[in-house]
């Protein structure tokens, strides 16, 4: 019995720094994208809002996952964006919608 407690603690223990090290990935992402586009990332942090199994390109099973984060366009407001990992690479950034007037530019 006491083994089947270890290997579950181990277990949990890699879920945990997988989790980790995927997250670190995340933020890198939100944070470049957020450059790249002139947006402040609000509270510098992701959060998981979705954990589960899925096969990647090769057929391999791997974690995917779904962080939420918050970002302003204009300084005065909060849009939500969201960031898909599977495995530790970034399937899918999204930053949401943003009105764009006639002329191109960001409004509020």
Known sequence: MDIVILLVLGALALLWFDSFTAREAGIEAVRRACAAEGLQLLDETIALRSLRLK???DGQ?????????EYSDTG?????????????????????????????????
């Open 55 to 57: 096969r990647n390109e």
């Open 61 to 69: 099973m791997t974690l995917a996952r779904v962080y939420s984060f």
């Open 76 to 108: 005065d407001n909060r849009r939500r964006g969201s960031v898909y990992l599977l495995g530790h690479k970034v399937a899918m950034l999204n930053l949401g919608l943003r009105l764009v007037a006639s002329n191109g530019q960001l409004r509020n």
